[in-house]
């Protein structure tokens, strides 16, 4: 038997055992929502990590009682620390600021299917974890971070209930990226300027592999995606999704002194008459996500993340919603090809080519009338094909001549047009020249969308904001411009010079997570213009864009040139994709993508420099499959069509000639 001594430092041990054990199991208890007291808010860190754990985020309050945080990968900073808050009219929310609880950690799943994106079905997994704040005057803000395995989210929300309209004057979020990052960014352009004062329409050249740090040569400031390469196999886009009517689209500062780049608002002028810029809303209300996609080039390419965060889809009526190709003669042929004889032969040819719609352009109203219009339509559907109308978007903010004008300014002349369009037979709309990014705007934006969805319309913006996650809201939205796309190149040769390095920027930019109209393939001659690429460069961009309706600027005379075998790959490449995968590249040097659908692997590559290249593709997910490989050749169209055969373990070498390219089906 122990002695007493003993017996006392046994029952001591135990009791000290206890002790530990319910310390443990009472922070499992208290996982759910974790009170601090003020001091040790500001001594405390607390973390969220992806599922994989590979992506950490840190967050903390600074000595100032400011809030910030940081994202790492592998261990390695890709994201320093870097501010959170905002300023509202009747609120400062970014210091002075305590932490009054932290929520547990909480994992997120969501499985979804969209018919306008990369991949049709998606499955999204993170961990979620709220942080709650208050200032001095007790006035409250939640930070929430939802963490994946390719990158970070965060938004704020404004809880409570008050009399009346808040206003958020500023956010002071920041993206703090390390020394020695490079970035690929588009300029915003200033609001009012341009041709009949149209822009900002996202609509200027990626500078690329700029140092982190330099300010954007237009006072307005950087759009979103913006991409970066930090340290090693890193990189980070940064951009927002989930941004409504009850929210302004932000952008990144002109200036980013020590690589700190401040989420910025529109400008004053970006509103619809009588409506406003910044955020106002009654409490409670959320801000858009804004989003941190971080891992290897090929996770950026592959993300789904600005999808995966997008509100679900509204309730509507799906039937009518058919993704496609299509006929469009004003991008080669111009304003004088919108006349009743050359767009029946548009018709024919898509028909042709088994394309699902052609598109009539700006003012058809004039030029052959509803009338003649409807004759069309009814036309069109004995072909298989459905018509899509041009419309401008404008009050007063452009000055853009072209009609129909006016039409879609209020809800009771939308719904009066939408079911004369509906009536008429009209599959869809094409609408331009948007006013900037102010709430406004957006709810603009998604007025229309409701309104197009309720009379079975498909919708296309151009001269636009990014579309910011909404085509999974609203399946209506086929796809939207917001990019310099081919009709540039038809103005200016400056801007045929730019193609071959720009098209190879996009796939991680700006059509990342979002569809869009770049109106590619030109096969043959741009009048007045000299191509700078290849025809088979051409042809890859119809896998390597991604838009819910791809239009194609090839006409009919010129398709006619083309061999059967081209011919044959353009009426069959999918409009939805089943899966992607990104096989090789670099920003503004060459990309390889592959995509799959309807039991087919599509690989398209481009180069967009001047030198002739040579690479290893690895392709062993093809299981040794061999395939029809289209590439630049020496016969009338500049191309020719080989069977490939991938090695043993899926290496493949391909030939790309100076800013060529090429398609493969397997």
């Not at 985020?57 to 620390?81: C, E, H, I, K, N």
């Not at 061999?626 to 630049?632: E, L, N, R, V």
Request: proline share 5%; charged share 20%; hydrophobic share 35%.
């Amino acid at each position: 038997m122990p002695s007493l001594s003993k017996q006392s430092n046994l029952r001591t041990g135990v009791y000290r055992s206890l002790i530990f054990l319910v310390g443990i199991l009472g922070l499992g208890a208290c996982a759910q929502k974790t009170k601090v007291s003020s001091s040790s808010a500001m001594e405390k860190e607390y973390t969220v990590e992806s599922p994989d754990q590979s992506i950490k985020v840190r967050f903390s309050l600074t000595p100032g009682q400011s809030a910030t945080y940081a994202v790492s990968r592998g261990g390695a900073t890709v994201l320093q620390d870097s501010r959170l808050g905002v300023v509202m009219e009747d609120a400062d929310l970014s210091q002075g600021l305590t932490l009054a609880s932290v929520s547990g950690v909480e994992s997120v799943k969501d499985n979804y299917e969209i018919l306008t994106a990369k991949r049709k079905e998606n499955t999204y997994r993170a961990n979620k974890r709220t942080f709650h704040l208050k200032n001095a005057q007790g006035q409250q803000l939640d930070v929430i971070f939802q963490v994946s395995n390719d990158g970070v989210a965060f938004r704020y929300y404004f809880p409570g209930q008050a009399s009346g309209k808040k206003t958020i004057t500023r956010e002071v979020t920041s993206f703090k990226l390390p020394e020695g990052t490079k970035g690929w960014m588009q300029p915003m352009s200033d609001a009012k300027t341009g041709w009949e004062r149209t822009n900002p329409s996202y609509e200027e050249y990626y500078l690329k592999g700029i140092p982190v740090g330099t300010p954007s040569p237009i006072k307005a400031g950087w759009v979103f995606p913006a991409l970066f390469q930090t340290t090693g196999d890193n990189w980070v886009l940064l951009s927002e999704t989930a941004s409504y009517g009850d929210y302004c689209a932000s952008r990144l500062g002109q200036n980013s002194p020590g690589g700190e780049y401040s989420l910025a608002f529109p400008q004053d002028v970006e509103h619809n008459p009588g409506g406003g810029v910044n955020p106002t809303s009654e409490l409670p209300f959320y801000s858009p996500w804004r989003l941190v996609a971080v891992g290897s080039l090929k996770t950026i390419a592959e993300s789904t993340l600005g999808i995966d965060l997008a509100k679900p889809a509204v309730d509507m009526e799906k039937g009518f919603i058919k993704p496609g190709k299509s006929a469009w003669s004003w991008a080669i042929l111009k304003d004088d090809s919108t006349v009743y004889d050359v767009q029946k032969r548009f018709i024919d040819y898509a028909s042709r080519m088994k394309w699902s719609y052609t598109l009539i352009d700006a003012d058809w109203d004039k030029k052959i009338g509803y009338e003649k219009v409807k004759e069309l339509a009814d036309y069109a559907k004995t072909r298989n094909v459905g018509l899509l109308l041009w419309y401008n978007s404008a009050g007063p903010w452009n000055g853009a001549p072209y009609t129909p004008r006016d039409k879609m300014l209020t809800h009771e002349s939308r719904m009066q047009e939408f079911k004369r369009l509906h009536d008429m037979g009209i599959k869809g709309v094409k609408i331009d020249f948007f006013g900037g990014d102010g709430q406004s705007v957006m709810q603009y934006y998604n007025d229309i969308l409701k309104d197009a969805a309720e009379h079975k319309l498909l919708v296309n913006f151009h001269g636009c904001t990014l579309p910011r996650g909404w085509q999974r809201t609203y399946p209506n939205l086929m796809t939207m411009e917001s990019i310099k796309g081919f009709e540039f190149i038809t103005f200016e040769q400056q801007n045929a010079d730019e193609e071959p390095a720009h098209a190879t920027v996009i796939p991680f930019t700006r059509n990342v997570f979002d569809p869009m109209d770049f109106t590619p393939v030109n096969l043959t001659k741009i009048p007045r213009i000299t191509r700078r690429t290849t025809p088979a460069f051409e042809l890859a961009l119809s896998v390597l864009f991604t838009s819910g309706v791809q239009h194609y600027v090839e006409i009919p005379s010129g398709m006619a040139k083309m061999p059967a075998y081209v011919q044959d790959f353009l009426k069959e490449v999918p409009s939805v994709w089943e899966e992607v995968k990104f096989i090789h590249g670099y920003p503004g040097k060459e990309v390889v993508m592959a995509r799959k659908a309807n039991g087919k692997w599509y690989v398209a590559g481009i180069n967009g420099e001047k030198t002739a290249k040579t690479l290893q593709l690895d392709l062993s997910f093809l299981d040794g499959k061999k395939g029809a490989y289209i590439t630049d050749g020496t016969d009338a169209a500049g191309m020719q069509q080989q069977t490939i055969d991938p090695a043993k373990g899926g290496k493949t070498t391909v030939e790309l000639k100076p800013n060529g390219g090429f398609v493969m089906v397997f």
